[in-house]
């Protein structure tokens, strides 16, 4: 079993940074694809960034590309989200997800999510 606790959000104007943790305790993530979430009030959650388990292979969505960078350090059993150019629309709780499967991709372990909020 696999839990995953997100850290990091918080309140931040319009075009400000802040970078997610995500944190695994219970097993190594070394072997899992990670990958980032968001779910804004009154909408379905959404896909924001994925990463192999190497660190080699990482896709974002288009909203995010260029401004979001997805890393990891498997030594540290965490996986961060960077956010910069922040904008109003990014406010969402934000999280972390782990997939321990070669193929399809899904996801099987998640946090509990961390509020990131944007002002205008």
């Known amino acids: 079993q696999v839990q995953l606790v997100e850290s990091g959000g918080g309140l931040v104007q319009a075009g400000g940074s802040l970078r997610l943790s995500c944190a695994a305790s219970?097993?190594?993530?070394?072997?899992?694809?990670m990958g980032w979430f968001r779910q804004a009030p009154g909408k379905e959650r959404e896909f924001v960034a994925r990463?192999?388990?190497?660190?080699?292979?990482?896709t974002y969505a288009d909203s995010v590309k260029g401004r979001f960078t997805i890393s990891r350090d498997n030594a540290k059993n965490t996986v961060y989200l960077q956010m910069n150019s922040l904008k109003p629309e990014d406010t969402a709780v934000y999280y972390c997800?782990?997939?321990?499967?070669?193929?399809?991709?899904?996801?099987?372990?998640w946090g509990q999510g961390t509020q990131v909020t944007v002002s205008s």
């Open positions: 219970g097993r190594s993530l070394s072997a899992y694809a």
């Open positions: 997800a782990a997939d321990p499967n070669p193929a399809p991709v899904k996801y099987d372990y």
């Open positions: 990463i192999s388990w190497s660190g080699v292979t990482r």
